[in-house]
């Protein structure tokens, strides 16, 4: 109730009650009362609104598991946010939640941004995060030596995935059409095992599982995205719903990751170490998935979110691409939001 109501309330209280012959005295102490009351249910109102979480959607990648830092050293706390990570198997299924309202932001790849499900408003790109950069790649059997030999093979790839970008992106690069190609709808960790048994002749992974698989069946890392100024591009992705509703808390959350990534340039071994303990991961092998990465600073984010930037043709080729393998069976969105506004304004204010 607002201050103007509830002093309507009390004149209101105080003429009825006169005719009642209540003396005044009492009426003073009864509204004393009655205003410190509302005055501590406003407060702690406001206290549990801007206590509320700001709810991210993640899933499990050194390119969004860098964020879990701003946790371990008191970022977000800085920064006035409290953030609270919700785990998804997949980017679909978070960006979908965020879709639905039930999510603030997710961290995902524009690749999934562009098939999510309708739902409440439109997709909106808040911040590049990283890019790929030879962390993610195709291992194929010994016997096969480069991308050429992989016509008419069977290559183990989750159809409307990133893993299916990754080899989409591959084929284009080397002129090869995806027809040629048999692709086996598997997910990383079965295509993995698949031709670790002999049973597919490539697999699309991503590291370290991508390193591992190449040694332990003494195969060939054919590709990386290191080859291609990759579309493999992951984002900060809200609704424009969502954004507007919680512009001032998605800046924060923008600031503090620029935060993050200012430690990973001045002192990437405290970063490496705190994230690596919290995920149960070496600091060795943590920094060794990170390297595979164009990480998202500001440098980075200047150049995607530029008027003729990377976003806009990316967004392009990546329709392109859905359009020329339409096996994986989804909807291409055009109306995902490429607006640098507010990415703009969280790096004017930025300041290490």
């Known amino acids: ?22 003396k005044p005295a009492f009426f003073c102490l009864f509204a004393i009362a009655l205003s410190l009351t509302f005055a501590i249910n406003a407060c702690s109102f406001g206290q549990n609104q801007s206590l509320k ?6 899933t499990s990648w050194v390119g969004f598991d860098i964020a879990l830092y701003a946790q371990t050293s008191h970022i977000f706390k800085q920064r006035g946010l409290e953030v609270q990570f919700v785990r998804f198997d997949n980017q679909q299924d978070s960006s979908r939640a965020v879709m639905q309202g039930r999510l603030d932001a997710a961290f995902v ?9 309708p739902g409440n408003g439109k997709p909106v790109v808040l911040i590049t995060t990283n890019i790929s950069a030879g962390a993610d790649g195709i291992v194929a059997k010994t016997a096969i030596k480069s991308l050429q030999d992989l016509r ?31 692709i086996l ?6 295509a993995a095992q698949k ?9 699309v992974l991503w ?7 190449a040694k332990s069946i003494k195969g060939n890392v054919i590709y990386t995205t290191k080859q291609v100024d990759s579309l493999v591009i992951d984002i900060l992705m809200s609704s424009d719903n969502m954004m507007k509703a919680k512009k001032a808390k998605l800046k924060q959350f923008m600031l503090a990751w620029f935060d993050v990534m200012h430690a990973v340039e001045t002192q990437p071994t405290e970063v490496f170490n705190a994230v690596g303990k919290k995920l149960g991961q070496s600091s060795e092998s943590f920094a060794s998935d990170y390297a595979g990465l164009k990480k998202g600073d500001i440098t980075l984010n200047k150049r ?7 976003l806009n043709s990316a967004k392009a080729e990546i329709v392109q691409l859905l359009q020329a393998d339409p096996r994986h069976g989804r909807v291409i969105r055009q109306d995902v939001e490429i607006d640098p506004t507010l990415v703009n304004e969280a790096m004017a204010e930025w300041k290490s």
Request: no cysteine; net charge negative.
């Open 1 to 22: 109730m607002k201050v103007a109501q509830i002093i309507d309330t009390l004149s209101i209280w105080w003429k009825q009650n006169l005719r009642l012959g209540i």
């Open 53 to 58: 979480p700001l709810r991210v959607g993640i």
């Open 109 to 117: 790849s524009l690749w999934d941004v562009m098939q999510v499900d």
């Open 152 to 182: 008419a093979k069977r290559v183990g790839a989750k159809l409307g995935t990133v893993n299916h970008l990754i080899l989409l992106e591959a084929l284009k690069a080397h002129q090869i059409k995806p027809s040629e190609v048999q």
């Open 185 to 190: 709808d598997y997910s990383n960790e079965v």
């Open 195 to 203: 031709i670790g048994t002999g049973e597919i002749d490539a697999a």
């Open 207 to 213: 590291e370290p599982m991508l390193g591992e698989t």
């Open 304 to 310: 995607m979110f530029a008027a003729d930037g990377r």
